[in-house]
């Protein structure tokens, strides 16, 4: 078998303050702006009238802020497990259990005293919206990964303190929402991918929870979670045509993946999200899978 042809990426954070340092912060907001807008493409949508559920009212350095937590059949529900089994997945993996949302557009509004605010839209799944409805575990549940999840999408602050409003389901006027018609295919599970080195000692390196999908034919999108860090700071990536290699600093993590697609080495990016904690790396494919 051929030595896969490694391409290096060393994604380490500049020590000290300077031209350096500007540059890789230039860089690394480049790698995320143009994954970001990787992630985001749609290749096929459908438009969705999600319907009403429940608002919250929290706030932002900008002013008031609501959330509209709607449902339609047409988001996938997440996978089917009881609380005790999701509890102990979100205590061993905070990002082992994921509730498909989709998170709408901001829009302007007025409370009820005629002041000016902001409302967003965010719809799961009905039929899990009405399990949410019977559990206030589930609903806390949503409602911190919706606010995340606005927070992340368009960049903001939101208190984490939130109300229930009585009597009123939503904020506004709910609009449609454009989704992805098919769920993306999975390609592989950590598990199946990952190959340890011979004579690895159980005291070694972590293996990180990877999570790999089709954006598009000719896209492949990684997700590497990395709890253990704050940074990309002494963090190494290798990248072949068919291959995935990540060394965390101090011997925390290690993770060598095969997988089975002919990637684009050359083309390939990558950006550190601090927030999450993750790695995310998108890697065009040479020749699309059939």
Known sequence: MANPKLLGLELSEAETMGADSVRFEELLLQASKELQQAQTTRPESTQIQPQPGFCIKTNSSEGKVFINICHSLSIPPPADVTEEELLQMLEEDQAGFRIPM????????????????????????????????????????????????????????????????????????????????????????????????????????????????????????????????DGALGLSLEIGENRLLVGGPQQLYHLDAYIPLQISSDESKAAFHRKRKQLMVAMPLLLAPS
Not at 108 to 132: H, I, K, W
Not at 139 to 152: F, K, M, Q, S
Not at 200 to 210: D, F, N, Q, V, Y
């Open 102 to 229: 989709s998170l709408g557009e901001p829009h302007a509004e007025l409370d009820a005293r005629g002041q000016g605010c902001t409302a967003y839209d965010v719809a799961v799944n009905s039929n899990f919206y009405r399990r949410m409805q019977n559990s206030d575990f589930l609903r806390e549940l949503v409602i911190t990964i919706a606010r995340e999840g606005l927070e992340d999408k368009y960049n903001l602050q939101l208190n984490p303190e939130w109300r229930m409003m009585k009597n009123r389901p939503f904020m506004g006027s709910i609009s449609q929402q454009n989704i992805r018609s098919q769920q993306r295919p999975r390609i592989q599970e950590l598990g199946d991918l990952y190959t340890p080195a011979p004579g690895r000692a159980e005291s070694g390196p972590e293996k990180p929870h990877l999570n790999l999908w089709l954006e598009a034919p000719d896209l492949l999108l990684a997700e590497i979670d990395l709890p253990k860090l």
